[in-house]
């Protein structure tokens, strides 16, 4: 099955750090803006950040400054880079590519729209707490 898979969730405690990563199985990164989503227990789906084939990126504004996305396509992987992590950011994490990079990252994604992006995985969970 062509998908993402993503991995390196785990316990964190608030205040630090883990990065995560997601590989392409089965298929080639694509030349593709590539998204970072969270859910979090009871909540929507959210777009997080994104990063161009160039290495571009963009972000939430409630990650600037503590999250980084970069990609390896040597590696067929993208990762994301999480400091100073805070309770209310315990959710399951997933990636996924829509083409550009268009993501609201003011506003959850509605159910029928998950359509417009391929290759989701199963995600990786992050528990922030002491």
């Known amino acids: 099955q062509l998908q993402f898979v993503e991995s390196g969730g785990g316990l964190v405690q608030p205040g630090g750090s883990q990065r995560l990563s997601c590989a392409a199985s089965?298929?080639?990164?694509?030349?593709?803006?590539i998204t970072w989503f969270r859910q979090a227990p009871g909540k929507g789906r959210e777009a997080i950040s994104c990063i161009t084939n160039d290495g571009t990126t963009h972000y939430k504004d409630s990650v600037k400054g503590r999250f980084t996305a970069s990609r390896d396509n040597a590696r067929n992987t993208v990762y994301l880079q999480m400091n100073s992590l805070k309770p209310k950011e315990t959710a399951n994490y997933f990636c996924?590519?829509?083409?550009?990079?268009?993501?609201?990252?003011?506003?959850?994604?509605?159910?029928?729209?998950?359509?417009?992006?391929?290759?989701w995985g199963q995600g990786t969970q992050i528990a922030v707490a002491s």
């Open positions: 996924a590519t829509s083409g550009a990079c268009k993501d609201r990252f003011d506003r959850f994604l509605l159910p029928q729209q998950f359509v417009e992006y391929s290759y």
């Open positions: 089965g298929f080639a990164l694509p030349n593709s803006g």
